[in-house]
């Protein structure tokens, strides 16, 4: 009796612990030390020469850690091809971009390691390495996955530039990231680049939507309605923060408080009814604290590169990241 119940005892204590070693273990910084020891170099090598070609890249990679690890997880699901393809959703067609830069990061690093190094992987470490902004040990170790989701990318996991706080907010909690990381990750709307077609919704009365909406300071309305008119190309293009585009600051944060952000899903951070006891004063403290906001954004991008990774024997090492590997 005395005996059956110290088992269980042993066996329940067994079970707490290897479940927390499950959720603390699973990636590691040193992961490909041994098998792959010049990754991270090579990655940056690649990089670097792509973004000598073309600044814009930097925002580009950096974007699709955050499209891949939404859908299934951090998996590389975004860069399967074919008829279930996460680059035919809404966010994704005609704007994620950089996939021709992931191939030849893959290809230079399998000629070094092959089958070793996860195409999951490639996107974590070439998110931190583009941005310009703040650097961190990137944890290490995911699989890619075996399938893609077309209809969880367009619908259910990624957020629109249309949704209100609340909608965004609960897409952020479902992959388990809270309001400070959907504040701090927007940060990264501090590079790149957006369409005509994802903010004109705010330039014009389209009837009864309210635009011009009364959170967009004078002369950035005029400015942006000059460059995207009724019935206009919707794919030209602005920058994300019309100070400083191409570098990696809080700029994004301090045109938030001059009614300068350019998605809805910007502005709203800081002048939605909802935003006011939540997002709001975190918006405050990056604009006027750059260092909070590098530090905020690394430990949100770390959490983010965690959500659900394959690991052990789950999923596979591509050797193509567009298709999976044929048994
Ligand atoms: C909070 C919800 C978010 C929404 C609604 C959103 C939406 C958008 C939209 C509409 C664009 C412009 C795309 C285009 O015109 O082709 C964009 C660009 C971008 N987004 Fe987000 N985004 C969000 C969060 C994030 C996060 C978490 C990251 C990364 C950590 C990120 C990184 C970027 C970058 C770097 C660009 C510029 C890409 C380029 O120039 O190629 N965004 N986003
Ligand atoms: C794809 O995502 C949708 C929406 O989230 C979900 O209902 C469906 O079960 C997923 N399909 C697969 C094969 O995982
Ligand atoms: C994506 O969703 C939109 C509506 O949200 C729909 O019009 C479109 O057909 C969908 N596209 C695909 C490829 O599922
Ligand atoms: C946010 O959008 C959702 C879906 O359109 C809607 O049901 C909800 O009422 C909105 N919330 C607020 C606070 O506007």
Redesign the pocket.
Known sequence: MHRSRGFNGFVLLMGVFMLCLAANSQLTTDFYSKTCPNVLQIVRREIVKAIKVEM?MA??L??LH?HDCFVNGCDASLLLDGSDSEKLAL?NLN?A?GFEVVDAIKAAVESQCSGVVSCADILAIAARDSSGGPTWKVPLGRRDGLVANLTAANTTSL???F?NLTV?TNKFAAVGLDIKD?VS??G??T?????C??FNNRLFDFGGTGAPDSTIEATMLSDLQNLCPLNGDVDK?TA?DRNSQDLFDNHYFQNLLNNKGV?G?DQILYSSNEAISTTKALVESYSSNANLFFTDFTNS?IK?GNISPHTGSNGEIRKNCRVVNSS
Do not use: D, N, Q
Not at 191 to 195: C, D, Q
């Open positions: 814009r925002a580009s950096t974007r955050f966010a704007s971009r957020p629109s530039p949704e965004i959907v990750l927007s990264a709307h590079i790149g680049l957006a369409k077609g994802t293009t994300l998605l899903s991008m983010m």
